[in-house]
């Protein structure tokens, strides 16, 4: 079982990145897929989340509202965040999880990735 994060990096205010979730050793359809994110100091937020199969329900904190998007792709067993008009206090580690319900409960969790908006 395993999720892998990729896609992070060093962006200026403003910029975009698309970050990309990787599953393997289970069923991707079966499971919800959510981001959650931690900057230095700080507890781990949630970001996004979208449902199982189909992915008909979308989820988004406020803060990301309207500038995030999240996606999945069955075929590929990956799930996207595409981040737009990014600031400086998105700054932070990535993670994607994955998990049977909603809300998530002890989700199954990616290694991170870092995401740093700077100029």
Do not use: H
């Not at 050793?25 to 959650?36: E, L, R, V």
């Not at 990301?64 to 400086?88: C, E």
């Amino acid at each position: 079982v395993q999720l892998v994060e990729s896609g992070g990096g060093l962006v200026q205010p403003g910029g975009s990145l698309t970050l990309s979730c990787s599953v393997s050793g289970f069923t991707f359809d079966d499971y919800a897929m959510g981001w959650f994110r931690q900057a230095p100091g700080k507890e781990r937020e949630f970001v996004a989340r979208i449902t199982s199969r189909t992915g008909s329900s979308i989820y988004y904190a406020d803060s990301v509202q309207g500038r995030f998007t999240i996606s999945r792709d069955n075929a590929k067993n990956t799930a996207y965040l595409q981040m737009n008009s990014l600031r400086p206090e998105d700054t932070a580690v990535y993670y994607c999880a994955a998990s049977l319900t909603l809300p998530m409960k002890s989700p199954i969790w990616g290694q991170g990735t870092q995401v740093t908006v700077s100029s």
